[in-house]
Nanobody
Framework: QVQLVESGGGSVQPGGSLRLSCAAS????????MGWYRQAPGKQRELVAD???????NYADSVKGRFTISRDNAKNTVYLQMNSLEPEDTAVYYC????????????WGQGTQVTVSS
C-alpha cells in the first residue's frame, strides 16, 4: 500500500519560514519524481516544485528564490523549505510521487495546511 504522509504545515507570519516533509512508503522512492503542489481556496491545484530521481529541480516562478525542494532517498522523504513566506502562499500543500515511465503510478498525500497571516 502506497502512503505519502506530509507534515510541517502550520501558521506563520509574513516573512517567516516553514519546512514541509513528505515520508513515502510502498514505492521505490528513488526512481520517482517527487513534487509539491498547492491549492488555495477557489483556485486550481498548481505545481510548486518538483525534483527528479536525478535531483533536477523545477520551481514555479512565484516561489523561485524563496523555496527549496530536496530529497533524502535513504529516508524516502522529500522536503520543501519555504522562506520569506507571503500571504499568497496560503494553501493546502500536497506531496506527489510520479513515475515518469509508467504514468499510471501517480500518488498523492492527504495535504497539509499552510497559512501565512499577520
Amino acid at each position: 500500500q502506497v502512503q505519502l504522509v506530509e507534515s510541517g504545515g502550520g501558521s506563520v507570519q509574513p516573512g517567516g519560514s516553514l519546512r514541509l516533509s513528505c515520508a513515502a512508503s510502498g514505492i521505490a522512492f528513488s526512481i520517482y519524481t517527487m513534487g509539491w503542489y498547492r491549492q488555495a481556496p477557489g483556485k486550481q491545484r498548481e505545481l510548486v516544485a518538483d525534483i527528479t530521481n536525478g535531483r533536477i529541480t523545477n520551481y514555479a516562478d512565484s516561489v523561485k528564490g524563496r523555496f527549496t525542494i530536496s530529497r533524502d532517498n535513504a529516508k524516502n522523504t522529500v522536503y520543501l523549505q519555504m522562506n520569506s513566506l507571503e500571504p499568497e502562499d496560503t494553501a493546502v500543500y500536497y506531496c506527489n510521487a510520479k513515475n515518469v515511465v509508467f504514468k499510471e503510478f501517480d500518488y498523492w498525500g492527504q495535504g497539509t495546511q499552510v497559512t501565512v497571516s499577520s
